[in-house]
């Protein structure tokens, strides 16, 4: 029996020293410990993937949190059951002792263990939604503030105008007046729309 443990971190910037102390305190192998640092929208992750390829029937898999392991509903139950029995390994969610299916191996102990994972994972994909749903008010709120989000529009070069005019009486073509212009075609096509149309 092998033992392994699993640290998630939604991005780059985020901390996994929390993730990583506990798995050390339940004494795993660090080189048995597989990070990603990725959403857990779903678990299309290099990380997860080569542990799963790693795992045999018998070992265990420690986790901090069921959230860790993912927060779609869905797919946090088809792995739960792609690992334990179809791969045929224990799983312990530390912060969850009612997760650890090295307990309660009869029946009452199975059903106990799938109530509650789907509880939580019920509860990991409902907080997923707020999330982006408190992302899409923010958002919402800093662009009724007059926040604008993306690049800064470049200005346009001194000779914009000139360089307009003369593509307009056909004295250039349409590249190089956006050549000149150091643009795009269609970025200075757009442009000049816009100054015609505000003219």
């Known amino acids: 029996m092998k033992v392994y443990g699993y640290v998630r971190v939604s991005s780059v910037d985020q901390n996994e020293d929390r993730q990583m102390i506990a798995l050390n ?32 029937s018998g070992d265990l898999l420690y986790v901090l949190s069921i959230d860790r392991l993912g927060r779609n509903y869905e797919e946090i139950q088809n792995q739960w059951r792609i690992l334990t029995k179809e791969i045929g390994i224990d799983i312990c ?35 997923r939604e707020n999330i982006k749903k408190r992302q899409q008010q923010g958002i919402a709120a800093a662009k009724a503030r007059g926040v604008r989000f993306g690049r800064p529009p470049r200005s346009l070069p001194a000779n914009f105008d000139a360089i307009r005019e003369a593509w307009r009486g056909k004295k250039i073509t349409l590249r190089q007046a956006a050549e000149a212009c150091g643009m795009p075609e269609g970025t200075f096509y757009g442009k000049a729309r816009r100054a015609e149309l505000s003219n």
Not at 37 to 45: A, E
């Open 93 to 127: 969610v530390l912060d969850m002792p009612l997760l650890d299916t090295r307990n309660g191996k009869d029946l009452m102990g199975t059903f106990i263990a799938d109530l509650v994972l789907q509880i939580l994972s019920f509860v990991a994909q409902s907080e």
């Open 25 to 56: 305190q339940a004494n795993v192998p660090a080189k048995n410990i597989f990070m990603d640092k990725l959403s857990g929208k779903d678990f299309n992750r290099p990380q997860y993937r080569r542990l799963v390829k790693k795992l045999r």
